[in-house]
């Protein structure tokens, strides 16, 4: 089974700063198989990044997505007040399927 | 549009058996594989189940493998998982989820239903 770790679990940022979340996995993986989701609480994920650095559809600019092998970054460039969230990331390189423990976006 | 609408979840005490139902609508339901995620109260997400287009190739979490069954009709556009011996650890929101067209219908977890709880006790 491949481990993804996140980090930090909590991320306390002010609106407009710039986010960087980090997702790390046990084994390399191809990065066209990791993706990324946002959760806003009492709703269901929402997906951000298809793989490792392309936007889902209506995903605004200011996320982007980067790394390879074990090492993959999600940045939001300026962060707006609808981004304050928790983020996951998943790969799916290999069954399992296997999700991060998730870091959430804080208002500072 | 799509649409991923679940039913089924609810109370069930340990050792019970529950059948969650996902209907689909707004894409080509047979040329996506579907999905199950689960996330117990204040925790992350799970991975629980994945059934291919066709329906003729399944694959399980181990923590429900031989518990869980996912089957899916094409005809009616709806995926089923039936949940058997169920555990006080198996209360969770189920997420019926479809997967992107990337790798034939195998992409990321595009779209999500709002959610069925399920309760062991």
């Known amino acids: 089974e491949i481990v993804l770790t996140q980090s930090p679990a909590t991320l306390s940022l002010s609106p407009g700063e710039r986010a960087s979340l980090s997702c790390r996995t046990s084994?390399?993986?191809?990065?066209?198989?990791l993706a990324w989701y946002q959760q806003k609480p009492g709703q269901p994920p929402r997906l951000l990044m298809n793989?490792?650095?392309n936007r889902a559809t209506g995903i605004p600019a200011r996320f982007s997505g980067s790394g390879s092998g074990t090492d993959f970054t999600l940045s939001i460039s300026s962060l707006e007040t609808e981004d304050f969230a928790v983020y996951y990331c998943?790969?799916?390189?290999?069954?399992?399927?296997?999700f991060g423990g998730g870091t959430k976006v804080e208002i500072k | 549009e799509v649409q991923l609408l679940e039913s089924g979840g609810g109370l069930v005490q340990p050792g019970g058996s529950l059948r969650l139902s996902c209907a689909a609508s707004?894409?080509?339901?047979?040329?996506?594989?579907m999905n199950w995620v689960r996330q117990a109260p204040g925790k992350g997400l799970e991975w629980v189940s994945s059934?291919?287009?066709?329906?003729?190739?399944?694959s399980y979490a181990d923590s429900v493998k031989g518990r869980f069954t996912l089957s899916r009709d094409n005809s009616k556009n709806t995926v089923y998982l039936q949940m058997n011996s169920l555990r006080a650890d198996d209360t969770a929101i189920y997420y019926c989820?479809?997967?992107?067209?990337?790798?034939?219908?195998?992409?990321?977890?595009?779209?999500w239903g709002q959610g069925t709880p399920v309760t062991v006790s």
């Open positions: 059934v291919s287009g066709s329906g003729d190739w399944t």
């Open positions: 998943q790969q799916r390189n290999s069954w399992p399927l296997t």
């Open positions: 084994q390399t993986i191809n990065s066209n198989t």
């Open positions: 989820v479809k997967r992107g067209p990337e790798s034939g219908g195998w992409g990321a977890f595009d779209y």
């Open positions: 793989d490792a650095s």
């Open positions: 707004g894409f080509t339901f047979s040329s996506y594989a």
